[in-house]
């Protein structure tokens, strides 16, 4: 088998065994496809590499001024593969297995303030070229802060899954797990307002022989739903619009203010893991550690003894 065999094999596997999205396959195959480059260049392959070659391309990695993230990636698709190869028998050992990776700098999440998330949520009710636009992008503001969705759940939502006027929002994440978030007030009156006015669009659509779309946010790209891409100049400009530094604003920015906003106000830490997805708690303590240097920066910019 040539390593493009062995590659597609693993990709394979992660789907059907581990529900893996298409875009953590695609980031597999990247990373993948760079060290088999590399061997290549080498005068190696998957087959004959050792682990000498797999400390050599980490090396390779570092002197390219890649972020240890980067190479933690890249070294946790290394492992899997052989792992994948090992246990179906394609290699008698795993050249991979006792190489420790370079750790990840340990970065607290940027987040937001609630008075920065007002000004979002209040530009997205004013942003677009008619009453629909508008109504979309305000769900779509109201849902992501009101859920903590990631964005690639966000804007792959199914209709049916906000029919009805839902209290609970049913929510499709990685590997194909499921889990159920509550709507505040708030989101449940944006999603109702965007249902009318998708169900008028989709009523036009229909008298032009249009077929009607199964996504809560339809598009007419290749994907059939609104793209994170899309998403994520939308809410750049929502940013400009409402006075809040673009470079602070991301989809996941949100979900880190949904997160850390919670704990602020005394919500378990075990029910923000629910809501997240996160498979362990070690994932969402990072947000204790985000409060407290919220509370730290708090005394020290207030505190009269903390300041010159």
């Known amino acids: 088998m040539t390593d493009r065999n062995w590659i ?23 990373d993948l496809s760079d060290f088999t480059e590399w061997l290549a260049g080498k005068g190696s392959s998957l087959s004959g590499a050792q682990k000498a070659d797999v400390e050599d391309y980490l090396v390779h990695c570092d002197t390219q001024g890649l972020a240890k993230s980067t190479r933690a990636r890249r070294l946790s698709a290394i492992k899997q593969l052989y792992r994948f190869c090992f246990e179906e028998g394609f290699r008698g050992d795993n050249p991979a297995v006792q190489i420790s990776g370079p750790g990840r700098d340990k970065r607290l999440p940027k987040t937001l303030s609630t008075e920065e998330v007002d000004r979002l949520l ?48 049913l929510i499709r994440g990685k590997g194909g797990k499921e889990r159920m978030v509550p709507l505040s007030a708030p989101a449940r009156a944006a999603l109702r307002d ?10 036009a659509a229909r ?30 400009d929502l940013a400009v619009e409402g006075g809040v530094s673009p470079s602070k604003v991301t989809p996941h920015t949100l979900r880190h203010a949904f997160a850390t906003h919670l704990l602020a106000n005394g919500a378990d830490l075990r029910a923000i893991q629910t809501f997240l997805g996160h498979a362990d708690v070690s994932t969402t303590e990072i947000y204790t550690h985000v409060l407290e240097e919220r509370l730290k920066e708090l005394v020290l910019d207030h505190h009269p003894m903390a300041r010159d």
């Open 8 to 30: 597609a094999a693993f990709l394979d596997a992660q789907a059907a065994e581990r529900g893996a999205a298409t875009n953590t396959q695609l980031a597999y195959a990247r």
């Open 122 to 169: 209040d530009a997205a009710s004013t942003h677009g070229r008619n009453p629909a636009d508008r109504q979309r992008n305000t769900c779509l503001m109201q849902l992501l802060y009101a859920t903590g969705m990631r964005v690639s759940e966000l804007v792959s939502l199914p209709l049916s899954a906000a029919k009805g006027d839902p209290r609970m929002l």
């Open 194 to 203: 965007w249902l009318k006015a998708r169900e008028a669009m989709e009523d």
């Open 207 to 236: 008298a032009e022989g249009k077929p009607a779309s199964s996504f809560l946010f339809p598009s007419r790209g290749k994907s059939g739903h609104l793209t994170r891409h899309a998403f994520y100049m939308l809410i750049k």
